[in-house]
């Protein structure tokens, strides 16, 4: 069974105070490594789609890195505005549909 | 952007009560899902649907159903409420090979 740990549950950062949010996976085959913001009251939000080992994808103050094992979304001198919960999320190959989530990282940034 | 409206923020219900919630989309995708989304566990994926009439069971189907009568339309039945099933209930759209997902906002119930 697919299985993505996020880490650590929540981050409380001052403005500018640059960190990084940590999702490990086991998966039998992964087709597709996914991170969602998810701002209170709404549904969540795709940021990033990561398919192989080594890429990096970057949108604005947020990159996201892959390794065979985890990835990390790096959060650079963050504002207020990126406060928010980030979930990480895995397809595999054996399945065309399903994404499995983990429990999600929330960030708060203090002004 | 698509567009994916849950018909109701907020729910309270009544043990033994059926509930239905309603999921429209408005960009012809194949693909509709419903999760829950609970305190330290994630999303949990409990029914999807690939076409019209079609569905299949996801991590956590028992004491739901669903029925896809439309393509636009997805909705997800509790047969008979129970506390248990107090949650957040998020439906999504992916257009078929896309692995992307639309979330709608999402509706909170409350099973009293």
């Known amino acids: 069974e697919d299985q993505v740990t996020q880490s650590p549950e929540a981050l409380r950062l001052q403005e500018g105070e640059s960190s990084s949010l940590n999702c490990s996976y086991t998966?039998?085959?992964?087709?597709?490594l996914f991170w969602y913001r998810q701002d209170p009251g709404k549904g969540p939000e795709f940021l990033f789609t990561?398919?192989?080992a080594g890429e990096e994808k970057e949108k604005e103050r947020l990159k996201a890195t892959l390794t065979k094992k985890e990835s990390f979304l790096h959060i650079t001198a963050p504002k207020p505005e990126d406060s928010a919960t980030y979930l990480c999320a895995v397809q595999a190959y054996t399945n065309d549909y399903k994404l499995s989530f983990g429990a999600g990282t929330t960030v708060t940034v203090r002004a | 952007d698509v567009k994916v409206t849950q018909s109701s923020r907020y729910l309270v219900k009544r043990t033994g009560e059926k509930v239905f919630l309603e999921c429209v989309q408005d960009m012809d995708h194949e693909n509709m899902f419903w999760y829950r989304q609970d305190p330290g566990l994630g999303l949990r994926l409990i029914y999807f649907?690939?076409?019209?009439?079609?569905?299949e069971k996801g991590d956590i189907p028992e004491g739901y159903s669903v029925s896809r009568e439309k393509k636009e339309r997805f909705s997800l039945i509790l047969e008979s409420a129970s506390t248990n099933q107090t949650s957040m209930y998020l439906c999504?759209?992916?257009?078929?090979?896309?692995?992307?997902?639309?979330f709608g906002s999402g509706t909170q119930l409350s099973v009293l």
């Open positions: 998966v039998s085959g992964l087709r597709g």
């Open positions: 649907s690939y076409d019209v009439k079609m569905k």
């Open positions: 999504a759209t992916q257009q078929s090979g896309r692995e992307k997902l639309f």
């Open positions: 990561l398919y192989s």
